[in-house]
T-cell receptor, first 116, second 112 residues
């Protein structure tokens, strides 16, 4: 099956700093990428949807200036958490859709963010 | 109210035993339903994908059923193994737009 990678797998940062998370589709071209956030013992919550070369569409309640998404190519999307605060600590998961199975989303392994 | 409800929220089973997880949904119009396994600290991995016309689908020791009339699905785990300990998430995909709606998940713990 298709492979989606994320980097880093975990990150610890100080409050007020910005953190960038990368999401790559390794063996297919992802026309659409999705960013999710997951708090402990809860299910995934969609943050935003991005199509290559266009602005991301954010879900209600998600601050676009706080969570900057760049989908610069068909294999790479980045999520930047700007001026991170402890409440931004969470598990961030990306998924990608594209390739031969246009309707299937493939999930990355996730990035654990801890803001001190 | 969530459009995808899973039960139970968690369960503990002994290694080698079987278990069944339930998923009820109200998402409409329906495209397909997927069961994912999510290990702690990892992203979800697809187990089964079922469309409207499919009643059952197996993937090794995992068997999913779908009743599109009653909008219910189940995931049956046969002869559970310690590695089956994980969260199992039911996801319903809406037609026209392919929007995913996630259930809350069922946390399964398999004990030796």
């Amino acid at each position: 099956g298709a492979v989606v990678s994320q980097h880093p797998s975990w990150v610890i940062c100080k409050s007020g700093t910005s953190v960038k998370i990368e999401c790559r589709s390794l063996d297919f071209q992802a026309t659409t990428m999705f960013w999710y956030r997951q708090f402990p013992k809860q299910s995934l919550m969609l943050m935003a949807t991005s199509n290559e070369g266009s602005k991301a569409t954010y879900e209600q309640g998600v601050e676009k200036d706080k969570f900057l998404i760049n989908h610069a190519s068909l294999t790479l999307s980045t999520l930047t958490v700007t001026s991170a605060h402890p409440e931004d600590s969470s598990f961030y998961i990306c998924s990608a859709r594209g390739g031969r199975e246009q309707e299937t989303q493939y999930f990355g392994p996730g990035t654990r963010l801890l803001v001190l | 109210k969530n459009q995808v409800e899973q039960s139970p929220q968690s369960l503990i089973i002994l290694e080698g035993k079987n278990c069944t997880l339930q998923c009820n949904y109200t998402v409409s119009p329906f495209s397909n339903l997927r069961w994912y396994k999510q290990d702690t600290g990892r992203g979800p991995v697809s187990l089964t994908i079922m469309t409207f016309s499919e009643n059952t689908k197996s993937n090794g020791r995992y068997t999913a059923t779908l009743d599109a009339d009653t909008k219910q699905s189940s995931l049956h785990i046969t002869a559970s193994q310690l590695s089956d300990s994980a969260s199992y998430i039911c996801v319903v995909i809406k037609a026209a737009g392919n929007k995913l709606t996630f259930g809350g998940g069922t946390r399964v713990l398999v004990k030796p």
